[in-house]
T-cell receptor, first 111, second 114 residues
């Protein structure tokens, strides 16, 4: 079955870059996603990358995809305290309907 | 910005009781989903719904669960006889004409079974 793995915690200082890593097992995915969950809130789609791309940049966010190693990363430049949240990597199932989520990486940004 | 609305935000129920969780997806979306997140664990897929029928369901979505779109705007999840282990945050989501562009999630309903 599909499995998505992420490290559980990351702590960075305000202004530094954050890099959140994810590995996935399903190689047939068309898209891969990053979601953000703030305390008490739902899951907010941050960005996604098409599987034939190896990089996507969107303002402070950079997504890198290494299909050979099945590795996805999310880089947040100039991390702010408001970026403190849980970040989830998600990989669609073979059917394309379901999303397989990682356990989420808790990002703590300290002043 | 359009959003997915879930009610109630918190539901407490006694074991064995039936609960219905309510969701109003984004109005022009075609695909609807329920996920759950047990405290401290990953977000798990329960079911997807398209064209008035279930398109996919997980092993978690057994006979005690059902979904319905009763009136063209609401999308409900019913748990017939709740168990303690059903305590979780339940998220509703919807997506447009293709699931590929990601979903919009609601803020969730925290279900506590006592």
């Amino acid at each position: 079955g599909e499995d998505v793995e992420q490290s559980l915690f990351l702590s960075v200082r305000e202004g530094d870059s954050s890099v959140i890593n994810c590995t996935y097992t399903d190689s047939s995915s068309t898209y891969l996603y990053w979601y953000k969950q703030e305390p008490g809130a739902g899951l907010q789609l941050l960005t996604y990358i098409f599987s034939n791309m190896d990089m996507k940049q969107d303002q402070r966010l950079t997504v890198l995809l290494n299909k050979k190693d099945k590795h996805l990363s999310l880089r947040i430049a100039d991390t702010q305290t408001g970026d403190s949240a849980i970040y989830f990597c998600a990989d669609p199932s073979n059917s394309g309907y379901a999303l397989n989520f990682g356990k989420g990486t808790s990002l703590l940004v300290t002043p | 910005e359009p959003e997915v609305t879930q009610t109630p935000s918190h539901q407490v129920t006694q074991m064995g009781q039936e609960v219905i969780l309510h969701c109003v997806p984004i109005s022009n979306h075609l695909y609807f989903y329920w996920y759950r997140q047990i405290l401290g664990q990953k977000v798990e897929f329960l079911v997807s719904f398209y064209n008035n029928e279930i398109s996919e369901k997980s092993e978690i979505f057994d006979d005690q669960f059902s979904v319905e779109r009763p009136d063209g705007s609401n999308f409900t999840l019913k748990i017939r006889s709740t168990k303690l282990e059903d305590s979780a945050m339940y998220f509703c989501a919807s997506s447009g004409d293709s699931p590929n562009y990601g979903y919009t999630f609601g803020s969730g309903t925290r279900l506590t079974v006592v």
